[in-house]
């Protein structure tokens, strides 16, 4: 079992920034992608930005070039910086880590998000 505890949610005004993170425990087995997704209240959950074993990013259209997604293998630990927020990037923000085969996920608590406008 991966447990992963995401931090770093608040409150912020639109046009401002945050920085997600979120920590992986320990795993035998190789994990192949880590990412965020999100969910506003009564919408479903939704893919947000992922990042693969050896590097390679993914980004959902409506945050891509305002989030970047990074790493830090040595601390098992994956980021979310979020610039030029929007009222729209409002909402619960979960991490995730998948492995492909076979394929198996796993799912952070959620850190809420919350932009003024």
């Known amino acids: 079992q991966v447990t992963l505890v995401e931090s770093g949610g608040g409150l912020v005004q639109a046009g401002g920034s945050l920085r997600l993170s979120c920590a992986a425990s320990?795993?035998?087995?190789?994990?192949?992608?880590m990412g965020w997704h999100r969910q506003a209240p009564g919408r479903p959950r939704e893919f947000v930005a992922a990042?693969?074993?050896?590097?390679?990013?993914n980004y959902a259209d409506s945050v891509r070039g305002r989030f970047t997604v990074s790493r830090d293998n040595a601390k098992n630990t994956i980021y979310l910086q979020m610039n030029s927020l929007t009222a729209d990037d409002t909402g619960v923000y979960y991490c995730n880590a998948e492995r492909f085969l076979p394929n198996v996920e796993y799912w952070g608590q959620g850190t809420q998000v919350t932009v003024s406008s």
């Open positions: 320990e795993t035998k087995f190789a994990i192949n992608r």
């Open positions: 990042i693969l074993s050896r590097g390679g990013t």
